[in-house]
T-cell receptor, first 118, second 109 residues
Framework: GAVVSQHPSWVICKSGTSVKIECRSLDFQATTMFWYRQFPKQSLMLMATSNEGSKATYEQGVEKDKFLINHASLTLSTLTVTSAHPEDSSFYIC??????????????FGPGTRLTVL | SQKIEQNSEALNIQEGKTATLTCNYTNYSPAYLQWYRQDPGRGPVFLLLIRENEKEKRKERLKVTFDTTLKQSLFHITASQPADSATYLCALNDYKLSFGAGTTVTVRA
């Protein structure tokens, strides 16, 4: 149980184009979903937190107009990287949390999406 | 914000030995600290959670300690196996997860 999927698993795009990444909780309803970015040999950095039906909360330094997050249902969140540039190339990972306790509820992570911008 | 340091980038050990990983943080002690396993090109997988009032937590061959005085958590893999080879991340949970950069463990057969 508690499986989170991401699609696509990898994507290559040209500079200036937009890319959409989907995150789904397959066997549970997630009250909250999170989007992280990870550069090689670095830690996961939280980009934004989203609750179903609400606007996402972005971390300091993350451009909300560039990284559009939509959380339309309890099982689906999407991240759209708009006007992608080579510096946006990274490993994007989503996670989903059941319940409302931010401290004790486990986050389940997706397998990640490798984005390469040429 | 918290600065989280995991003591070494890489750890190579012989099969059957115990791997010990360190996680140090700089600011306030979080209520909860978690450890995750991450395989190359994959998302993290939750392993263990320890609360600030717990000294030690065990799960099969894994053991975690949490010392709020030292601001440190230790993660032990006993009787290590080649299948334990992965990157291990510690994460401080203060309503949001803050991750360390991880320690890559390689277990030699």
């Amino acid at each position: 149980g508690a499986v989170v999927s991401q699609h696509p698993s990898w994507v290559i795009c040209k500079s200036g184009t937009s890319v959409k990444i989907e995150c789904r909780s397959l066997d549970f309803q997630a009250t909250t979903m999170f989007w992280y970015r990870q550069f090689p040999k670095q830690s996961l950095m939280l980009m934004a937190t989203s609750n179903e039906g609400s606007k996402a909360t972005y971390e300091q330094g993350v451009e909300k107009d560039k990284f559009l997050i939509n959380h339309a249902s309890l099982t689906l969140s999407t991240l759209t990287v708009t006007s992608a540039h080579p510096e946006d190339s990274s490993f994007y990972i989503c996670s989903a949390r059941v319940g409302t306790s931010g401290l004790t509820d486990t986050q389940y992570f997706g397998p990640g999406t490798r984005l390469t911008v040429l | 914000s918290q600065k989280i340091e995991q003591n070494s980038e890489a750890l190579n050990i012989q099969e059957g030995k115990t791997a010990t990983l360190t996680c140090n943080y700089t600011n306030y002690s979080p209520a909860y600290l978690q450890w995750y396993r991450q395989d190359p090109g994959r998302g993290p997988v939750f392993l263990l959670l320890i609360r600030e009032n717990e000294k030690e937590k065990r799960k099969e061959r894994l053991k975690v300690t949490f010392d709020t005085t030292l601001k440190q958590s230790l993660f032990h893999i006993t009787a290590s196996q080649p299948a334990d080879s992965a990157t291990y991340l510690c994460a401080l949970n203060d309503y949001k997860l803050s991750f360390g950069a991880g320690t890559t463990v390689t277990v030699r057969a």
